[in-house]
């Protein structure tokens, strides 16, 4: 059985958007087979064996510290000088069976499937996506009771995980906060079993501890999710106020009261006269998305421009692209934090692929009604900017 992604957005529900995100935790449960064609042991081992994986990507978590490296792996010196450390397979297993948590971070950036799954996420909640994959044997709790400062979703891929739920202690809590949450109380609000095929989401500020402790190997995925709040919204006000000569002024800092006080307030007018502007907000969220990080796909062996074949296959590799019209009555596309312009016939082409999937070449001329060479040279200038990739049509 394999995964099927939208399927896994499908999960969430209508209502999820505007009841449960940022608000409270929900559990999903599900059939044991729904996720086991996205990760498995074999699928593990495979990335553990070809990738020199060195910490904090590849950690060991026990009791909430991080093991030392040389506990588990050992250094190796290249005849170039360059030393990577190699696991060791004896010894990583006894931590393991001791109680140590093996934790992957960003395993999307190393396994397809994972990292189609991000970017289905990404589509649908308009925010960047990282997934973590955990791993677990005994009841020890690897990181304790504990809270993260984004949003996740767990995806309980093999067997189970006990999870204690305390919930919030101070509201909306930051990375960079002027004050941190209080412990939670002794006694959970909830406690449940994730079983394989379910899913757990808990906004950010929830304290809770999880732990194997159903006598079984634990194997789960957790996509953390990136935040945007009003400091980051008082931050991007303030880069984009540099247009303004007041903004960009030295502090009077030898002037009298009175020109302080001016100056001050003419800031002051500034801000106020953003956040007067209805369109403050979309403009911030538009800037976000058209400023998505891209995913990172070659497209060899296609180095000297997109070929007209049929038979090529073209996706994004931005989750958030936008499209919209200009006063010229052309499409204009806005990903990576560039805009590229494209005639008003290219529309339906360029919907199919802000849509997401893999889109054939001639699929996209049919939809457009344009040549194959017309779109391979557009694709072209996608791939160019970082923002597309092509490849074989399986």
């Not at 002024?249 to 002051?268: C, I, Q």
């Not at 058209?290 to 060899?300: E, N, Q, W």
């Not at 009555?329 to 016939?345: H, I």
Request: net charge negative; charged share 25%.
């Amino acid at each position: 059985m394999t995964t099927d992604v939208p399927a896994v957005v499908a999960h969430l529900g209508e209502d999820f958007l505007a009841q449960v995100y940022g608000r409270t935790y929900r559990h999903f449960p599900g059939e044991p087979g729904r996720f086991g064609g996205l990760l498995g042991w074999d699928d593990l081992n495979a990335l553990l064996t070809h990738h020199r994986l060195e910490p904090p990507r590849l950690r060991l978590s026990l009791d909430g510290e991080a093991l030392p490296e040389h506990a588990y792996s050992v250094p190796v010196t290249t005849r170039r000088s360059t030393v990577w450390h190699r696991l060791k397979p004896a010894e990583l297993h006894r931590h393991l069976a001791d109680g140590a948590t093996l934790v992957l971070d960003a395993i999307d950036e190393l396994h397809p499937g994972i990292g189609d799954l991000a970017q289905e996420l990404e589509r649908h909640l308009r925010t960047g996506v990282q997934v973590n994959a955990y791993a677990s044997w005994t009841p020890e709790e690897g990181f304790g009771v504990h809270w993260d400062d984004h949003d996740v979703l767990v995806l309980q891929l093999d067997d189970a995980k006990r999870w204690r739920i305390y919930g919030p202690t101070r509201e909306a809590p930051l990375h960079r906060d002027t004050d941190v949450p209080e412990p939670p109380s002794n006694e959970p609000l909830i406690e449940l079993v994730l079983d394989a095929g379910d899913m757990l989401y808990l906004p950010r500020g929830w304290w809770h501890a999880v732990a194997a402790s159903e006598g079984v190997h634990s194997l789960h995925l957790t996509c953390g999710m990136q935040t945007a709040t009003g400091a980051d919204l008082l931050q991007w006000l303030s880069e984009d106020l540099r247009r303004e000569a007041a903004v960009r002024s030295d502090l009077p800092r030898f002037g009298t009261r009175e020109e302080k006080a001016d100056f001050v307030r003419s800031l002051g007018d500034l801000v106020m006269k953003g956040f007067e502007d209805g369109t403050l907000l979309d403009r911030f969220l538009t800037t976000r998305d058209a400023t998505d990080r891209a995913r990172l796909v070659p497209s060899l062996p296609y180095v000297e421009g997109v070929p007209p074949d049929p038979a090529l296959a073209v996706h994004l590799v931005t989750a958030r692209a936008r499209l919209r019209s200009d006063e010229e009555g052309n499409v204009v596309l806005t990903a990576g934090g560039e805009e590229w312009a494209f005639s008003a016939q290219a529309a339906p082409l360029l919907s199919l692929l802000v849509a997401g999937g893999h889109h054939r070449l001639d699929a996209l001329a049919h939809a457009a009604g344009l040549r194959i060479g017309q779109v391979a040279l557009l694709v072209s200038q996608l791939v160019d900017g970082e923002i597309a990739a092509v490849g074989r049509a399986e």
